[in-house]
């Protein structure tokens, strides 16, 4: 399937995004303002500037909306709070459904990235409101119920995985089973998971790590690298393992492929390459590509947005120009 195959389709799509959606916060600070308190004696970061967008699952998010998804949605659990509003409003800026379910028992998901205004450097440490308790049980029967409920709407669904803390996260054990069958009583709709540390515990859906995620799920199942074996392991239609600039490493039930990228020498920021490659991935297989077509197709997403700064998106202007720029190489 060619490129603008892919694209002609993307209109007429429809995704959404289960599982962590956070707020990643650009607080911009002016060196100048950093006198001590008077009252502690600790110098303060005076920040002047402040951007807000969508992170995590919002990123996955943002990348289908970009790409021109007809539809975009996303189904989380947040905190009934500011930082929750400002999610919100993040998303409808964005034209994505938000589905979120608001939960005094918890805190909204976010990243706080703080810069220094005369170098643009992010150079402070980064201040994240975290969920380190069980995910609320009536929260977590709301998101399964509504999951069930809308699943048949999507041509697409992307699981985002992103707590890094053992508990406290939205894919609990729990939703991940209902995924699971979900995804079995809805064989046409792309189910596509990325998981920051639970990739093995995923069955049933497309899986897509990092390598580093890939192998440390190889080793906790069989002692060392087989990813033939995590796929089956898995029961995953296909298994996507990306590696950077050396591409993607598709394994299907036919074997292994690997799907080459042109590395980009100089990235501004890989923050959310990922993400991006997801985005584009699961929207080529819901169009009709093959997972080597549509592992192509992501890498050339992840090759524009690794270009902006921040969690950047890709347009298919910009798709169809990079794709041009790489037949001419």
């Given amino acids: 399937m060619t490129t603008e195959g892919i694209l002609a389709a993307i209109p007429n799509l429809r995704a959404l995004v289960v599982g962590d959606i956070c707020l990643d916060r650009w607080c911009t600070y002016d060196p100048s303002t950093s006198e001590p308190s008077r009252e502690t004696g600790i110098p303060r970061i005076g920040v002047v500037r402040t951007e807000v967008t969508a992170g995590a699952g919002g990123t996955v ?111 609990t054990p729990a939703v991940r089973e209902s995924i699971t069958g979900v995804a079995r009583e809805n064989p046409r709709t792309i189910f596509f998971a990325d998981s920051r540390a639970r990739i093995a515990h995923f069955r049933g859906v497309i899986a897509k ?11 906790e199942l069989t002692g060392h690298v087989d990813y033939v074996a995590l796929r089956r392991h898995l029961a995953a239609p296909v298994l996507m393992v990306t590696h950077g600039g050396d591409g993607v490493l598709v394994v299907e039930e036919g074997g292994e492929c690997w799907v080459r990228t042109r590395p980009e020498p100089d990235p501004v920021d890989i923050c959310g390459a990922g993400d991006s490659f997801s985005a584009g991935a699961a929207l080529a297989l819901a169009a009709g590509a093959t997972p080597i077509e549509a592992a192509g197709f992501g890498n050339v997403v992840a090759s524009i947005t690794i270009m902006k700064k921040g969690t950047g998106t890709a347009s298919p202007e910009e798709v169809r120009e990079k794709c041009k720029s790489w037949q001419s190489i």
Avoid: H
């Fill in 61 to 171: 998010a943002n990348n289908l909306a970009a790409l021109g998804c007809g539809r975009v949605a996303v189904l989380g659990a947040t905190g009934d709070d500011g930082f929750g509003l400002e999610l919100s409003r993040a998303l409808a800026a964005r034209g994505i459904d938000d589905w979120c379910i608001r939960a005094d028992s918890m805190q909204t998901f976010t990243y706080t990235k703080v810069i220094d205004g005369r170098t643009g450097v992010e150079d402070r440490p980064r201040l994240d409101f975290i969920n380190t308790a069980p995910l609320a049980g009536d929260v977590e029967r709301q998101l399964m119920d509504r999951l069930r409920r809308e699943v048949a709407g999507f041509d697409v669904v992307m699981v985002s995985d992103q707590a890094e803390t053992s508990r406290g996260g939205v894919v």
């Fill in 209 to 219: 790590p990092n390598r580093q995620e890939g192998e440390a799920a190889c080793r």
